[in-house]
């Protein structure tokens, strides 16, 4: 008895000691860990009951400011007027749950606790100066409501682009959330209203605009376009393929139909026109081979770190991987008397990969904005700017603190061959898929793309990119549209759904007249 | 009969008069540590309800006063619990016994669902959960059985019956952390009495082989299951569970964030960011010691921990010295179900414990707990004052 209470009595302490040293681990060894963990919104917090900067659109409309709030240590609390239309550019600043979006990217310079704007406060110590910045955005409120109208209920994104600079003009997810329901002092509430928007399964939380990868179906024949142009020889009007209703890979594979079973082919411009996929999958493979297909699609950004101002944006995705090289591609004409323009292209294993990745299928994804910037590369002589959401920080007295300049983040094609795909892009919004975007006394280009997600019901993204421009004037938007899982699959889809959105947000840049 | 220490009743003597002095009566030292405890664990409990108090909207003391009226309450029952002899009062046991099984089989029934499971009476504006002073009724009875100078197997049949039918009812509520209470409870109770070693041993592997048992059978939901074990996963593997379970994780994750950012003096009371922002969930109850770990720091929570190592050495200390083998179970009893309470809550609290709700003696918030928790200090406390009384009664 006496034995087996002492056990007792040391399995206490074994116990004990475990408890101490746990603590010791928690709060000394890996308390840094703790401070730094993403979970910990003490660094917010401390931001939270001061005063910051508004956050403020191009043409001047206030989308987050500080009101002033009497609660105990908090003096201000962020106040959201537009509710969700900037939401996930903007984010929200919240007690509880940290800050997403500007009100995070932006935190030191909105709340003025950068050095160099505290710095500008010592010569005059003794006044109580406004140190906050006001963060202005490159969005415009016209474009961006518009973008908001035109795409209504449907769950979908709208991003719009100024191909010569960068700037984002309009980025708009559905359905998204109300900020204001994330920044009040009601920490139970505020929690509750976030796990409402975790659990909604439409996810509102997720700017998918520029945080949700899709298939980019047809809309990606540009790119594929863009190398046929620039490496494969190929020009819009030579060579010119046969009709046929489907592409039978090298060395082996299923075959690549064309939407409905319909026939095909032409020169690039018509191809382009018709949204061949016959075509389109025969340059990839045979024309192109995995090399340049590649090459040309990380020209556009694919496989890299995406470039914006904002956290948490997905990157693009382009497959890289097309099995051991095989042979030439004339090793596959029957008996070689023939030679092939193309007959160098290298074959590999999985060419027939190769050929569904030229028409946006298999592993391609893509967010909007990307696909934005693709559009935006083409009007812009081939080159694709960083796209970024804001335009400069103001101190508290109208003078610039900081502006972000134009930068070039890919040379993504040939300026020839950017003019030469203007050509095929204007022609589709003219005689094409994408007619439904074309505006009057502008000058269009597009590009549909219908990405299938199921046929039992048939579903599929409705895409469309393209630009818009003064005649003979440089195109001053660059427009990227998905609506998500309509229903119907065929190649008309991107351009009934997506394009009338795409006019309406073109119309908006413009403006009346 | 065995002596341990300098008051050790290694010579049974004959109770004198001049014996009766206070300190000689009651163990101040307990005592001291249990109502410290309680005052610490109220202000913690108010710190975690008091929400963001402002001038227009002043603190929330509802919980602050509805956990000192408790205390109060459990201290005049542990008072009265000292007081008696509980030896004298054996033939109650088989009735309280009873009435326990009425009334987790009754909770059951007409019981109210809280975080899934059905274990609360809601009664006059109070929720009480049977299953708390129920580990008080258990310990008492299987002290009463497993007293006896060499319990054989038939005793030992009796023992596992008696206490298999209330972990049965608290299974089907289900309230996975009270059923682990109960086992412990038990296992430290029979490993305590004259029981063969290799009893002990045989009921360890078939104990085991249970537990690996209904781990491996589908007794267990999987959420249960992944519950359980969601602490031993880094942040990647917890991503691809259910939502429910990466809820489990997020709690613990907060409650770890918190007590992490406490560091060695803590952020001082009532300035807890996490407990402010109600970041951890149930924070007033299963995870209270985060509060205290965030809040008053390394420096406040090593004491706590401190202290309650202290109560728990000194239960240790009475069960060495108590005469009488029913007051040396039931002390080992309570002196378990305190251990492993403690223990499961901050280690949970800390992320090495699964995560099961377990209230912290006398300071999660809840009027079943602390009533329990002082009562059975009660208890212990009249053990102490009955040390000597052994000889005087044969």
């Known amino acids: 008895m006496n034995g087996r209470i002492r056990t007792l009595g040391v399995a206490f302490i074994v116990l004990y000691t475990v408890l101490f040293a746990q603590l010791n681990r928690v709060q000394f060894v890996d308390a840094e860990d ?480 | 009969m065995t002596t341990v220490g300098a008051f050790g009743a290694g010579t049974p003597r004959v109770k004198q008069d001049d014996d009766e002095r206070w300190w000689f009566v009651v163990d101040p030292i307990l005592i001291a540590c249990a109502l410290f405890i309680t005052m610490l664990g109220i202000v913690l409990v108010f710190s975690a309800t008091r929400g963001p108090a402002t001038e227009l909207d002043p603190a929330d003391t509802s919980f602050l006063e509805r956990q000192a009226f408790f205390a109060v ?34 909770v059951l029934v007409l019981g109210v669902d809280r975080n899934g499971a059905r274990a609360w009476y809601r009664v006059a504006g109070f929720t009480f959960q049977p299953s708390e002073p129920g580990k008080l009724v258990l310990i008492i009875a299987l002290a009463a059985v497993l007293a006896a100078s060499a319990v054989t197997v038939g005793r030992l049949l009796v023992t596992l019956a008696v206490a298999g039918l209330p972990i049965l009812m608290i299974l089907l509520q289900p309230d996975m952390g009270t059923v682990l209470v109960y086992m412990v409870v038990v296992a430290a109770m029979i490993m305590m009495s004259e029981v063969r070693a290799r009893v002990i041993v045989l009921l360890s592997i078939i104990g085991l082989t249970a537990v690996i048992g209904v781990f491996q059978s589908d007794l267990l939901a999987d959420y249960q299951q992944n519950r359980l074990t969601v602490f031993l996963l880094d942040d990647a593997a917890v991503e691809d569970l259910p939502l429910a379970v990466r809820r489990v994780a997020y709690n613990a994750e907060q409650s770890q964030i918190a007590i992490g950012n406490g560091g060695i003096s803590g952020q001082g009371l009532f300035e807890g960011t996490q407990t402010a922002s109600d970041l951890v969930p149930f924070q007033e109850t299963d995870w209270i010691f985060s509060v205290a770990g965030e809040e008053l720091g390394f420096r406040g929570a090593g004491v706590l921990l401190a202290v309650y190592a202290l109560l728990v050495f000194r239960m240790w200390r009475i069960a060495v010295r108590a005469t009488d083998q029913f007051d040396r179970l039931l002390t080992v009893g309570v002196m378990a179900m305190f251990l492993f309470q403690i223990f499961q809550s901050t280690g949970m609290a800390m992320g090495m414990m699964p995560v099961t709700g377990i209230p912290l003696p006398m300071v999660s918030y809840g009027g079943s707990s602390m009533i329990t928790s002082l009562v059975a200090i009660g208890l212990v406390l009249g053990v102490h004052r009955r040390r000597f009384d052994y000889t005087e009664r044969h």
């Open chain 1, 34 to 513: 703790y401070k730094d963990h993403e979970g910990n919104i003490r660094p917010q917090l401390r931001a939270f009951g001061q005063e910051r900067g508004d956050i403020v659109t191009a043409d001047g409309v206030v989308a987050a400011f500080s009101v002033p709030v009497e609660a105990g240590e908090i003096d201000f609390r962020r106040s959201y007027p537009t509710d969700e239309l900037y939401a996930h550019v903007v984010g929200f600043q919240s007690l509880n749950q940290g800050a997403f979006g500007l009100e995070r990217e932006y935190n030191d310079e909105l709340a003025g606790s950068r050095l160099d704007q505290q710095f500008g406060s010592l010569k005059d110590l003794f006044v109580d100066r406004d140190t906050t910045g006001t963060v202005v955005m490159t969005l415009r409120d016209d474009i961006q409501r518009a973008a908001a109208d035109a795409l209504g209920e449907r769950n979908g994104s709208v991003v719009a682009i100024d191909p010569a600079t960068g700037d984002v003009l309009a980025m708009w997810t559905y359905p998204s959330f109300d900020p204001n329901l994330l920044s009040g002092l009601d920490g139970t509430a505020v929690n509750e209203a976030y796990r409402a928007l975790l659990d909604d399964p439409d996810n509102p939380l997720l700017a998918k605009s520029f945080r949700e990868v899709f298939f980019p179906g047809s809309t990606f024949k540009l790119v594929t376009a863009a190398a046929a142009l620039d490496l494969g020889g190929i020009t819009l009007t030579d060579p010119v393929w046969p009709e046929t209703d489907r592409y039978e890979p090298v060395p082996s594979g299923s075959a690549i139909r064309n939407f409905g079973g319909s026939t095909c082919g032409g020169d690039l411009l018509l191809a382009l026109q018709r949204s061949c996929n016959a075509t389109f999958a025969e340059i990839g493979a045979e024309w192109l081979g995995p090399d340049a297909m590649v090459r040309t699609a990380e020209k556009f950004g694919f496989n890299a770190d995406p470039a914006i101002d904002l956290p948490d944006a997905a990157g693009s995705r382009y497959p890289t991987d097309y099995g051991a090289f095989i042979a030439e591609l004339d090793a596959y004409q029957p008996d070689g008397s023939d030679p092939l323009p193309n007959g160098d292209t290298p074959i590999h294993e999985n060419s027939a990969v190769l050929a569904q990745t030229a028409i946006g299928q298999n592993d391609v994804k893509a967010t909007p904005l990307h696909m934005a910037m693709v559009a935006a590369a083409i009007a812009n002589d081939g080159q694709m700017m960083t796209p970024h959401v804001v335009d400069e920080v103001r101190d508290a007295d109208g003078g610039v603190y900081e502006r972000v300049e134009p930068s070039v983040w890919r040379t993504s094609m040939s300026p020839f061959a950017a003019g030469q795909l203007r050509e095929a892009m204007v022609n589709v919004a003219v005689n094409g898929t994408a007619r439904a975007m074309q505006v009057e006394g502008l000058e269009v280009g597009g590009k549909t793309g219908t990405a299938q997600l199921g046929t039992t019901p048939a579903s599929s993204h409705a895409w469309v990119v393209g630009f818009a421009g003064r005649p003979g004037q440089p195109a001053e938007i660059a427009v990227a549209v998905i609506v998500e899982a309509q229903p119907g699959a065929s190649e008309q889809t991107g351009g009934a759904v997506a394009a009338p959105i795409a006019r309406a947000v073109i119309e908006a840049a413009f403006g009346p007249g």
């Open chain 2, 73 to 106: 309450v459990g201290v005049g029952l542990a008072f009265g619990a000292a007081l008696i002899d509980i030896r004298r009062v054996r033939r109650a046991i088989p009735l309280a016994y009873v009435a326990l099984i009425v009334l987790l089989v009754g």
